[in-house]
């Protein structure tokens, strides 16, 4: 946003060019970091940049103020770093040859597993409508929209069932499913009590609050 640029070449050196002049120029193998494969501005922090290594790494540290200091983070499994994009709302997308995944604010990072793209991802946006796109040298381009949904099952470890009914008792959530009863609480944490041990491995249909505080719960077989 400043007009400066920030480049790689491809033996891993890194640069920095204002007013069309190189101000800063530093050679990979000063570093103990390993190649260097990308880089990105902090947009946020002026001088600040993240680079993307060969390693599964990505280092954060102010080319202005001469790399003088600098972090060294972690994102196993991913390796090769093709691109880091920030965004304005303290997320940092890291994309790479075996897959895709993200800084969240609090600087934690966390892997995209099981997706459809995971190879030779090479850069990314986001568009007004806040979409990711995702584009591959290998595997084309992934669109990727936020769901209004939220995956309880997910969130709270269930096994795979099917789930034919849900219902809110007591501020827990009752979930019946082919394979049995599911408690959980208002954290999606689960729960045990005498009814999910009666009614493990009994297909639940249906379960619904009564108007004097009951709860009730219909079975098939």
Known sequence: KDGVIYGVNLEGDFFVIESLRVSAYYKGTDFPFGVVTSISPNPVKKGEVYLGTEESNVICGDL?????????????????????????????????????????????YIELPNLPMNNSVDDML????????????????????????????????????VVNSTCVYQDDLYIGTDAGLYILDSDYQTKENVMTDLLKGVRIRCIKNDGVGNIWLCSYG
């Open 64 to 108: 202005v103020a001469g790399m003088n200091d600098y972090r060294i983070i972690s994102v196993d499994p991913q390796a090769t770093i093709n691109s880091i994009y920030p965004t304005d709302g303290g997320i940092v997308w890291v994309c790479a040859d075996n897959g895709i995944g993200y800084f969240d604010a609090n600087g934690k």
């Open 126 to 161: 986001v568009d007004y409508e806040g979409n990711l796109w995702f584009s591959s040298s290998r595997q084309g381009v992934m669109k990727m929209a936020k769901s209004r949904f939220k995956d309880i099952s997910k969130i709270a470890g269930l096994d795979n069932a």
